[in-house]
């Protein structure tokens, strides 16, 4: 029984137990170092563990699972705090792309689901305590804002059998895209299966349970269009109202 679960606990950790024990110890030797030295040298030992594209930003305090399936692009930085899983979906974050303090990167894939995983490109920014959840898939484009406390949630639960508990029902994974320059206001929640267009602004603590165009502002709960900006772009005194950060 005690075999079954460590090896079950390993499995949710990393490829192998060889590659558990050295990304553990990898982290546990040199994730604590503190400020420019630490960075400096995470910056070179970590390419050992992950996949980095020229040097990336690392801070003290950074948790990675799975390593190997991590990316990281030339100038990508990973505040304090930052947690990846990485599952064998992998996590890919795009040059000059900052994770902010406390942010959680999960894939979780248990379920071997095909479609797994979290992308992000270039220049964007995950703000400070977001959560991404990759089950069925994030995509997230160049040039995106996510504000403080954005939850990303690509998955759902099945709920209709009435004769058995929800958590007993499966999942359904269909995935969430952001579009190139998208902002997502702080607190916004987007669920399973929603795209957000090029461009677009989805409102601080915006519930969005379906897609929103490109160019187009959506607040509420549940999140509703209510602006075109080729169409009808606010004036000065309209965008300050707007509750978008």
């Excluded at 982290?27 to 960075?39: K, R, S, T």
């Excluded at 399936?69 to 899983?85: C, E, I, K, N």
């Excluded at 959680?104 to 992000?120: E, K, M």
């Excluded at 029902?169 to 916004?188: F, L, P």
């Amino acid at each position: 029984m005690m075999r079954s679960q460590l090896g079950l606990y390993i499995a949710r950790q990393a490829d192998s137990l060889p590659r558990y024990v050295w990304e553990q110890v990898a982290q546990a030797l040199l994730g604590w170092v503190p400020a420019l030295p630490g960075i400096g040298l995470r910056a070179i030992a970590y390419r050992a563990l992950l996949r980095m594209d020229g040097v990336a930003a690392i801070e003290d305090g950074v948790r990675i699972r799975f390593a190997s399936h991590v990316r990281l692009g030339r100038g990508a930085y990973l505040d304090h705090g930052v947690y990846l899983h990485a599952c064998p979906g992998g996590i890919s974050i795009g040059p000059e792309s900052m994770v902010m303090k406390n942010a959680i990167l999960h894939v979780y894939n248990f379920r071997d689901l095909p479609r797994a995983g979290i992308s992000i490109g270039a220049r964007s920014l995950v703000g400070e305590a977001c959560i991404l959840r990759g089950q069925g898939g994030i995509s997230i484009g160049d040039d995106v804002y996510l504000g403080t406390l954005v939850q990303l949630l690509a998955v759902n639960h099945i709920f209709a059998d009435t004769t058995r508990p929800v958590s007993q029902q499966g999942i359904t994974a269909q995935g969430i895209s952001i579009a190139d320059g998208a902002w997502i206001g702080s607190g916004a929640i987007l669920l399973d299966g929603v795209r957000v267009g090029r461009n677009a602004v989805v409102g601080a603590g915006a519930v969005v349970n379906c897609d929103v165009p490109d160019y187009c502002v959506a607040v509420g709960n549940p999140a509703r269009v209510i602006r075109d900006l080729r169409a009808a772009p606010p004036s000065r005194e309209q965008r300050e109202a707007l509750p978008i950060y």
